[in-house]
């Protein structure tokens, strides 16, 4: 079960995140998401537990507690959807005004 964890502090590592979801059952990964630019933290990050039952134990028991002093949000992970891009158009798209 794919599990989405926001309002995470910018200090919280991967492994904080494993720890703390450890005592639901097994992980199979813990990841916070880094900002390719900054190299820092985007406050979120997702939990993979072996067992969906695990996984909804999880969200019920941690979802706004506090990590690390800040009240977290745990819920299922919705998957990506393709949404449309704002401006799709390259520069050779562009048309001349006159």
């Given at each position: 079960m794919n599990?989405?964890?926001?309002?995470?502090p910018y200090q919280v590592t991967d492994e904080d995140l494993r720890i703390a979801f450890q005592a639901y059952g097994?992980?199979?990964s813990a990841t916070v998401i880094i900002d390719k630019f900054s190299n820092?933290?985007?406050g979120f990050g997702f939990v993979e537990m072996v067992k969906k039952e695990d996984g909804e134990?999880?969200?019920k028991e941690l979802n706004n507690t506090d990590l690390k002093g800040r009240q977290i949000i745990v819920n299922e992970?919705?998957?990506?959807t393709d949404?449309?891009?704002?401006?799709?158009?390259s520069f050779g798209d562009r048309r001349e005004r006159h």
């Open positions: 599990i989405y964890v926001g309002n995470l097994e992980v199979s820092r933290s985007k134990s999880a969200i992970a919705r998957p990506k949404a449309p891009r704002r401006n799709t158009r």
